[in-house]
């Protein structure tokens, strides 16, 4: 482990990870201003407006609550943290020893929720890759499994390391191929769905063609940079920890609010289409493959925006 020391690295990490919480803090009160907002109600009868109460029992706002919870325990958890190694641990004189234990109960509640912030991340994505499609159950089938593995793994990761010996490095002990295969699968969901949704939204939807304009490329390029954003992060964590470096706690750490802001980036920029879209007065109809005729977009799956494909 050179370069930087336990300690540096946790408290590098901690202030990294309040910099990015605050940014998905920002952005999830901003998707809930424009999905609450009077101006993102459709034009359409009121058969297609949805109430409050319809709003909050939808996957994708259910999704959003739990990620919220997950991410901003997962920051208290790494602040009780701070203070546990520099108040409560030994007098506050061993902080090194501190997080050089890695079998403390906080350092599992916080593996806990890291693990449910991914899954609440990626199973998201797979239910929007499921809504593009057009309900397409076989097209979800590769990134469910993968999810499963997630899933699997990150329970793994969380009992292992409680199994750690005090002073013992995750790349010494069982807990290094759990790791791996946690990295592994999450990339592989979030790089599977992502081209698929973006592939078949530029490919096969005849609402692209009668838009035609910025709002349509921005929802492309907002699921890609989106994309980017995570499977960077994702793939520094797995490098950085691959190479014994301290700098793996900073990525490790800051994981949930990145999983959180690639997450809200797509809500905000679909509702921000949406907004844009009506307030120019313009009403997209979709043609589905199943019924040959043209409705308006079925108000259960969208995100307060008439995207080109049921994202939400």
Request: charged share 15%; aromatic share 14%.
């Amino acid at each position: 482990m050179s370069g930087i020391s336990l300690v540096s690295a946790n408290l590098a990490a901690l202030v990294v990870e309040t910099f990015f919480y605050g940014i998905y803090f920002i952005l999830s009160v901003i998707s809930a201003v424009l999905i609450f907002s009077p101006s993102s109600a459709t034009p359409y009868s009121s058969t297609y407006r949805r109430s409050p109460s319809a709003t909050v029992k939808r996957p994708i706002f259910i999704s959003a609550i739990l990620l919220f919870i997950f991410v901003t325990a997962h920051w208290i958890c790494d602040i009780f943290r701070a203070y546990q190694a520099f108040v409560l641990f030994e007098g506050g004189v061993r902080p090194s020893d501190f997080y050089a234990d890695l079998s403390q109960s906080s350092k599992a509640v916080k593996n806990g929720l890291l693990v449910a912030s991914k899954v609440t991340s990626d199973a998201t994505l797979v239910y929007r890759l499921w809504l593009a499609w057009e309900r397409n159950s076989k097209i979800i089938i590769f990134p469910t499994v993968t999810l499963l593995g997630l899933t699997i793994f990150g329970v793994g990761i969380t009992y292992q390391v409680t199994q750690v010996f005090p002073g013992e490095q995750l790349y010494e002990s069982s807990t290094n191929r759990w790791v791996t295969g946690d990295c592994v699968f999450t990339l592989c969901t979030n790089l599977y769905c992502t081209v698929l949704i973006v592939r078949h939204i530029w490919k096969t939807n005849d609402a692209f063609k009668t838009l035609g304009s910025t709002s349509v490329n921005n929802i492309l390029i907002t699921f890609i940079e989106s994309a980017m954003i995570y499977t960077f992060w994702s793939a520094l964590y797995f490098i950085t920890y691959e190479s014994h470096s301290n700098l793996q706690f900073v990525f490790l750490d800051t994981w949930a609010p990145i999983a959180g802001i690639a997450f809200m980036l797509i809500n905000v920029r679909i509702s921000l289409g949406w907004t844009r879209t009506y307030q120019k007065e313009s009403i997209i109809h979709v043609r589905t493959r199943y019924s040959g005729d043209q409705r308006p977009l079925d108000s259960e799956d969208t995100l307060s925006f008439p995207p080109l494909v049921h994202t939400s």
